[in-house]
Antibody, heavy 116, light 110 residues
Framework: QVQLVQSGGGVVQPGGSLRLSCAAS????????MHWVRQAPGKGLEWLTF????????YYADSVKGRFTISRDNSKDTLYLQMNSLRAEDTAVYYC?????????WGQGTLVTVSS | DVVMTQSPLSLPVTLGQPASISCRSS???????????LNWFHQRPGQSPRRLIY???NRDSGVPDRFSGSGSGTDFTLKISRVEAEDVGVYYC???????FGQGTRLEIK
């Protein structure tokens, strides 16, 4: 079955960086676009970024454009989110999600806390 | 940006009674390929969202048939025919072309 296993969250100071990973299994990773979505404490879901199956195109929400970078390694079936210049308002649970419009499988979520 | 507006935001329901959630988009969700990419998700506390319905009315595998989705264009509805205790949590609609979510509707047992 499809599994998306996330890693890399934690506590970071404002202005710092963090990289999240999402290891995929149970499907042909290289055939699917992938998203990152986040959820601030007690809030709703916010789409952040999308990468096409071959990594050729990437799209970002205005809230993270220029600070976050999505990437993938299809040889390792892994999705990444590099987060730089982190702010307090980036504190959230981050999810990787499978599929261009499908959103049929979600990672378990990883908590990122930006605090001094 | 396409804005997704859900109502109500809070939904107290008696066990065994029906429930309905509305989701309206600021523009038509019919895509150029003829499909309407409107999904519904359920999120229990402390868990990842789970997709229930895709492309307006298609139930995901394992989703009880008491859940149904309907609608077209800009107006969509998620219905639960008889609410059970496991249905508590937050429900989100999402448009899948430019990706935006509704605010969420919190369902609780009265």
């Amino acid at each position: 079955q499809v599994q998306l296993v996330q890693s890399g969250g934690g506590v970071v100071q404002p202005g710092g960086s963090l990289r999240l990973s999402c290891a995929a299994s149970g499907f042909t990773f290289s055939n699917y676009g992938m998203h990152w979505v986040r959820q601030a404490p007690g809030k709703g879901l916010e789409w952040l970024t999308f990468i096409r199956s071959d990594g050729s195109n990437k799209y970002y929400a205005d809230s993270v454009k220029g600070r976050f970078t999505i990437s993938r390694d299809n040889s390792k079936d892994t999705l990444y989110l590099q987060m730089n210049s982190l702010r307090a308002e980036d504190t959230a649970v981050y999810y990787c999600v499978k599929g261009r419009s499908d959103f049929d499988s979600w990672g378990q979520g990883t908590l990122v806390t930006v605090s001094s | 940006d396409v804005v997704m507006t859900q109502s109500p935001l809070s939904l107290p329901v008696t066990l065994g009674q029906p429930a309905s959630i509305s989701c309206r988009s600021s523009q038509s969700l019919v895509y150029s390929d003829g499909n309407t990419y409107l999904n519904w998700f359920h999120q229990r506390p402390g868990q990842s969202p789970r997709r229930l319905i895709y492309k307006v009315s298609n139930r995901d595998s394992g989703v009880p048939d008491r859940f149904s989705g309907s609608g077209s264009g800009t107006d969509f509805t998620l219905k639960i025919s008889r609410v059970e205790a496991e249905d508590v949590g937050v429900y989100y609609c999402m448009q899948g072309t430019s990706i935006t979510f509704g605010q969420g509707t919190r369902l609780e047992i009265k």
